[in-house]
């Protein structure tokens, strides 16, 4: 499987934005659909965005269209997450998801992804 690591979550006030990395190891992620979930204390981890291998596709959960927007550079084995208006129910532990495939899709369950990053908090504070 492709190791992933998260970066750059810290504590932001409400309105601002934080740029999430996820940076690919061990494979290239150029035929991996990628994702972010998120998860909050006493809450399910919940999708976030996803995001097909050549940026066709992308999906994003109800509550943060508009405001985050999922990209990926292949050259780089990188995927981003920007967000924008962050609010505090943006408060979570977002962690970067990867999965293998052979058509040029999206998908949305965590259950369909076989790698994890570690997470990195991300705290929005009023």
């Known amino acids: 499987q492709v190791q992933l690591v998260e970066s750059g979550g810290g504590l932001m006030q409400t309105g601002g934005s934080l740029r999430l990395s996820c940076a690919a190891s061990?494979?290239?992620?150029?035929?991996?659909?990628m994702a972010w979930f998120r998860q909050a204390p006493g809450k399910e981890r919940e999708f976030v965005a996803s995001?097909?291998?050549?940026?066709?596709?992308?999906y994003y959960a109800d509550g943060v269209k508009g405001r985050f927007t999922i990209s990926r550079d292949n050259a780089k084995n990188t995927l981003y997450l920007q967000m924008t208006s962050l609010e505090p129910e943006d408060t979570a532990v977002y962690y970067c998801a990867a999965q293998e495939q052979w058509l040029d899709l999206a998908l949305r369950g965590s259950a369909d992804f076989g790698s994890w990053g570690q997470g990195t908090q991300v705290t929005v504070t009023s």
């Open positions: 995001i097909s291998w050549s940026s066709t596709r992308t």
């Open positions: 061990g494979r290239t992620i150029s035929r991996y659909v």
